[in-house]
């Protein structure tokens, strides 16, 4: 099965009828207000009666029954105390410093303080809600509040069916006071009306890694910025947003976005005095691993050793076995069961080094590790800060250390340019997008779309392209995402298949043995069309498909996630309507691009700054050094008293004979940027499907100046442009509807003109006479400087 938390896993199909019934809680306004486009006060809050100190000492109980401490760290009474009294809370503490318990505990407290005070709610003291982008740490923590007796549940897809209906008789009873999703099951509508009855109500949404709420964060993950509204549609009393990562700017959003009083914001510095910050510039990257060599011989212990790569984490890790050290690769890459072992075996000191992407330390509670080392340049002063926050968190000395050289930017730029599409991607994608089909749909009703097959067809990553998706329904309010469900339904009949074809009873099931058709290996069966042909609704052949994989009669396979939006208001219609839209996505996706260089650029100048890393690190998110001081006194600046110097990056004069053989390799004239891409080496869909970065000339001039290299490509493909005999046609269908189907169903409006509008596609070539004009492009040319 999926990750993908699509309406036909669970919840799809939940009886509101019967959660209402249970549901003795009186409710109003229920229905979803899909018109509505700006936020109203995130909840209505139900206090439990003021008592500060009865609460203070309810909760410390649960900390010391329930969680095995003594007494709260920092901030987290103040926290608590802030939710107790049913107000609005925005935590920041840095990694390691206990967000979680400030959930956690009011999460146990509500039943406790309800029936003390005579509050007691007949029909149960309702769930917290806790939205968190990781699965593995979702259930860690499960795993972890069910050995301490609390009950608690994890929804997610990668549960089978039975383990899915338990937890939607748990929520049915009353018997759950913790409930972990991801933010993207906030899609599923099933979800969301059923949480307007739970029992009890919802007495806190918590939201880990609130920084993903802002546009401003460093990982903004557009489907955060539904939390608030879904808080207000199932009436939530309060909302806790948590992050260890909050710069001014961004807890600024956040406390926007959730209605959030600046008294109810508790941070603590990200200042840890038992962390020695150390750096070291080189020449060229080469010269960092004899360094690291020495670093690592002379400072033994747990060591994390972070990579960009995921190839250079593996050859890293043979680097460091050569040399003697016990070192092995982490990455995304790697299968779930290599990793948990892995993770296993760093956590019981088996393995001492761990080389790895980012795709590793979430979750990972090691108290003892004695070294972060940053072998390449990090994307954000926030990821250094969450990363180097894993080590020393028992409170002894641990050493992290940054080793930086100019080759390092290339590489950041590379993925900073990754992402914004050209002018005609973006007006080819809205053109798709709003097709004559979907334009012709009346307010309220729905239309699909595939997410994958835009971003193969229009050249765009996939999370460039829902974060556009994201904006034209909560910007721009023209339609809102619901329950998307899959296209594909294929299964392997196991031994029991037989028995099962003989006995089957339900009218669902006898439709999927009598409908399904028999390939080579797999049985494939149309879902849709089974459903509309015998009139029955599509989700009870959904169930007990998924019945009938538990059970072991079928091997179930789904694939094809259809993303499936309502639209709210008339959609865009004329090319002006058109142009104007993409002339503000991509003002808007060009500001994000300049923002992820000017984040790569805070990292250097913290790290070759004149002033302590510790200092500057505190200071990067508002905060100070403990007692008003302005140093550490034994990082690197404070050591030496001198700013780490980086080598100047050389200047390259762009290389034209590198910009001819790109040229002579690529057909590609119809956009600029994906030229300066493939010479760059930067991938996206249109650069893996035309297999240029297996050519020899993918990114042969990674060393330049991107900018540099859009300027010369933009003069290749504009005199191309001027050739009057150049045939023009859409790229989509040139490249893409000969071997596959449209992203949505084909339609356009006859009041936009030419559907020729979108990509040119010019197999000629040129040269450039070095005079500031073009001669004629010819097949088989070059382009001279």
């Not at 309810?58 to 926290?79: M, N, T, W, Y």
């Not at 089978?160 to 972990?180: F, I, N, P, S, W």
């Not at 020449?283 to 020495?294: H, I, M, S, V, W």
């Not at 089957?504 to 080579?520: L, P, Q, S």
């Amino acid at each position: 099965m999926s990750d993908y938390d699509s309406g036909d896993d669970l919840l799809a199909d939940i009886n509101i009828d019967g959660l209402v019934a249970t549901s003795k809680r009186a409710r109003s306004n229920d229905e979803d207000d899909y018109q509505q486009s700006e936020q109203k006060q995130v909840c209505k809050r139900i206090k439990v009666k003021d008592n500060d100190v009865h609460h203070e000492a309810r909760a410390h109980q649960i900390l010391k029954d329930r969680f095995g401490f003594d007494d709260f760290r920092h901030e987290q009474r103040s926290a608590i105390q802030s939710i107790l009294r049913g107000e609005n809370t925005l935590v920041i503490f840095p990694t390691g410093a206990g967000k979680s318990l400030c959930y956690q505990i009011p999460a146990i407290a509500f039943e406790q303080l309800d029936a003390e005070s005579g509050d007691g709610r007949p029909d149960g003291s309702g769930i917290t809600i806790v939205v968190s982008p990781l699965i593995a740490l979702m259930k860690d923590q499960v795993d972890s509040l069910k050995r301490k007796g609390i009950s608690a549940e994890c929804m997610d897809s990668t549960k089978t069916y039975e383990q899915q209906q338990e937890t939607k008789r748990a929520l049915r009873e009353g018997r759950l006071r913790l409930l972990y999703c991801a933010p993207e099951r906030l899609n599923n509508e099933g979800f969301v009306e059923s949480m307007k009855y739970v029992p009890g109500g919802i007495r806190l949404i918590a939201v880990d890694e609130a920084h993903c709420i802002s546009e401003w964060g460093h990982s903004f993950r557009p489907d955060y910025l539904k939390v608030a509204r879904f808080a207000e549609e199932i009436k939530a009393e309060r909302v806790i947003c948590l992050t260890a990562t909050a710069t001014p700017r961004v807890a600024d959003d956040v406390c926007k976005a959730f209605n959030i009083k600046e008294s109810n914001v508790y941070r603590t510095s990200p200042y840890r005095p038992n962390l020695q910050l150390l750096a070291e510039s080189m020449k060229t990257k080469q010269d960092k691993y004899p360094r690291l060599f020495e670093f690592l011989r002379m400072y033994r212990g747990s060591t994390l050793v972070y990579v960009t790569l995921q190839k250079q984490a593996e050859v890293l890790a043979d680097d460091l076995q050569a040399q003697g050290f016990n070192a092995v690769a982490f990455h995304a890459g790697l299968g779930s069961e290599e990793k948990a072992k892995i993770q296993d075996e760093f956590m019981a000191s088996e393995i001492p080094i761990v080389v790895a992407t980012i795709a590793f330390g979430m979750g990972i509670d090691k108290p003892d590790i004695r070294n972060i080392i940053h072998f390449d340049l990090s994307s954000t002063v926030e990821e250094y800060s969450q990363q180097i926050g894993r080590a020393g968190r028992d409170g002894l000395e641990s050493h992290c250390m940054f080793y930086i050289c100019p080759e390092d930017f290339y590489l950041r730029e590379n993925f900073a340019r990754g992402d914004l599409p050209s002018r005609d991607s973006l007006r080819g994608l809205l053109k798709e997008v709003f097709n004559q089909e979907v334009i012709d749909i009346a307010r309220g009703e729905g239309f699909k779309i595939n997410h994958y097959q835009l971003s193969q067809d229009y050249d765009i990553r996939p999370s460039p392209l829902n974060i556009l998706l994201a904006t034209l329904e909560l910007r721009f309010g023209l339609f809102r995402a619901v329950t998307p469900e899959y296209s594909s339904y294929k299964y392997e009949a196991t031994n029991k298949y037989g028995y099962f074809t003989k006995i089957e009873k339900t009218r669902a099931g006898r439709a999927i043995f009598n409908n399904a058709k028999k390939a080579v290996k797999l049985y494939d069966i149309d879902v849709t069309a089974t459903a509309r042909d015998l009139g029955m609704p599509r989700n009870d052949i959904v169930r007990r498909l998924n019945e009938l994989n538990d059970i072991g009669a079928l091997v179930l396979k789904v694939s094809g996630v259809q993303n499936k939006y309502r639209v709210l208001k008339p959609l865009p219609q004329t090319d002006e309507e058109i142009d104007d839209l993409v002339d503000k996505l991509y003002a808007d996706m060009e500001s994000r691009e300049i923002d992820a260089l000017n984040r790569v650029q805070q990292v250097a100048d913290l790290i070759t700054g004149s002033k302590c890393f510790a200092h500057a690190l505190a200071d990067h998110f508002g905060m100070g050094l403990p007692d008003g001081k302005t140093s550490c006194g034994h990082c690197t600046y404070c050591l030496t008293g001198k700013p780490i110097v980086l080598p100047p990056k050389p200047h390259r004069p762009v290389d034209i004979s590198g910009i001819n053989k790109i040229l002579d390799a690529c057909d590609v004239r119809d956009d600029p940027r994906f030229l300066a891409r493939v010479a760059f080496g930067i991938k996206s869909p249109r650069v893996t499907r035309l297999k240029l970065d297996k050519i020899q000339e993918f990114a042969s001039l990674e060393d330049h100046d991107f900018d540099s290299l859009l300027k010369e490509f933009t003069r290749a493909c504009d005199a191309v442009a001027r050739e009057p005999n150049v045939q023009r046609e859409p790229l989509v269908k040139r490249e893409s509807n000969s071997a596959r189907g449209s992203a949505t169903k084909r339609g356009r409006d006859a009041k936009r003109g030419s559907s020729s509008s979108g990509h040119g596609s010019y197999n000629q070539r040129g040269s450039y006479n070095g005079r500031g004009s073009y001669g004629s492009f010819s097949r088989g040319g070059s382009y001279r400087k």
